[in-house]
């Protein structure tokens, strides 16, 4: 247990020095948030809520997100790249903890950046919610990210390390886009709101949007992230086979 804290702490730590991840996660969502609140206003209704409250919940998924495929595919495509995942089998610490490591620090994180949009929303724009709403919509954006995880797991796998940031930002931006992230999907038009309805991001903070509301998700928003997450992790069992010379 001591050996997976550890590794915990150390992946924490890696994340917060990259610059890279602290703009597109920390500062750009934090700038989307007080740019379109102030260009749209805050009390303006969306789905049923302030759209100040509405647009927090968008972009702490919208940073969450971005945590996990950012973050996560660099530092795994640089450490395949560099055959750090063969130095691990030759140290006293288990593969599985590897992993843990991995995926537990990942949660860290998007809790942390979650956290961060939440405090904007309430001290920056005064955003209203009751504590179950607070710690409900905290809970969900931090494990509802586990599908992307295991997406950031996999292109790390595939691509090499300049590679895997292009495709994962790539990725991560036309997913939020399309899935209403930076501003409501009812605005879109109608195809493209039908393709909305079927990505993880919005699945994702769909919850979100309906903790936010006080009103019940929707429980195909789960299902489809179910889906989305045995594909991914699908894809990074199939990866990590197909890239086993370079892992093993």
Same mark, same amino acid.
Do not use: C, I, K, P
């Given at each position: 247990m001591n050996k997976a804290m550890t590794q915990v702490q150390w992946e924490i730590v890696r994340q917060f020095r990259n610059r890279r991840f602290f703009i597109f996660t920390v500062l750009l969502p934090l700038f989307y948030y007080f740019l379109f609140v102030k260009i749209e206003g805050g009390n303006m209704r969306v789905a049923g809520t302030a759209w100040k409250s509405y647009f927090m919940m968008s972009m702490a998924a919208f940073s969450a997100v971005g945590a996990a495929l950012n973050g996560l595919s660099y530092r795994i495509a640089f450490e395949r790249t560099q055959g750090w995942m063969t130095l691990v089998r030759t140290t006293p610490l288990r593969p599985v903890y590897y992993v843990i490591g991995k995926v537990a620090a990942q949660l860290v994180v998007s809790a942390t950046m979650v956290l961060?949009?939440? %405090?904007?929303?309430?001290?920056?724009?005064? &955003?209203? %919610?009751? &504590?179950?709403?607070?710690?409900?919509?905290?809970?969900?954006?931090?494990?509802?990210?586990i599908p992307f995880i295991a997406l950031g797991i996999t292109i790390g796998l595939i691509a090499g390390m300049e590679a895997s940031g292009m495709i994962a930002t790539g990725i991560y931006l036309i997913l939020s886009v399309l899935g209403g992230l930076w501003f409501p999907t009812a605005i879109m038009p109608k195809l493209l709101q039908d393709i909305a309805k079927w990505t993880p991001t919005y699945r994702f903070a769909d919850i979100a949007w309906h903790i936010g509301a006080n009103t019940d998700p929707h429980v195909s928003d789960l299902a489809v992230l179910a889906g989305y997450l045995v594909v991914f992790l699908g894809l990074a069992q199939w990866a990590y086979r197909s890239r086993r010379e370079d892992v093993a």
């Open positions: 961060v949009l939440f %405090l904007a929303g309430t001290f920056g724009e005064g &955003v209203h %919610l009751s &504590v179950a709403q607070w710690v409900l919509s905290w809970l969900w954006l931090t494990v509802g990210t």
